[in-house]
């Protein structure tokens, strides 16, 4: 099941978008899913994961407080709110799934089903 991320766009600093993430047509089962952000000529990074059905959270220590993610498991929807944005936010946006998620995994050899990502952009 591949996912499908939306919600990106051009955003002055300071201001906010929130992410979605649907698994096409499907549910995300009970596996974990996972946000990441890839910036140009970078490697890419964690940002935030969140478990079923309890909701347990995961944020890279950087972006905790600005960055909320949550799921409405009724809708299939996971999301990613982001405030305070900054121009170094800048970044292809991802959703991934981790079937293991025990394991806690905060690295990308853990997800698969990965979508196309959507593209945020933070202008100064």
């Known amino acids: 099941v591949e996912l499908v991320e939306s919600g990106g766009g051009l955003v002055q600093a300071g201001g906010s978008l929130r992410l979605s993430c649907a698994a096409s047509g499907r549910t995300f089962g009970t596996d974990t899913v996972g946000w990441f952000r890839q910036a140009p000529g970078k490697e890419r990074e964690f940002v935030a994961t969140i478990t079923w059905p309890g909701g347990t959270v995961d944020y890279v220590e950087s972006l905790k407080g600005r960055f909320t993610i949550s799921r409405d498991n009724a809708k299939s929807m996971v999301y990613l709110q982001m405030n305070s944005l900054k121009p170094e936010d800048t970044a292809i946006y991802y959703c991934?799934?981790?079937?293991?998620?025990?394991?806690?995994?905060?690295?990308?050899?853990?997800?698969?089903?990965w979508g196309q990502g959507t593209q945020v952009t933070v202008s100064s």
């Open positions: 991934a799934k981790d079937p293991l998620p025990e394991r806690r995994c905060r690295v990308v050899r853990c997800f698969g089903s």
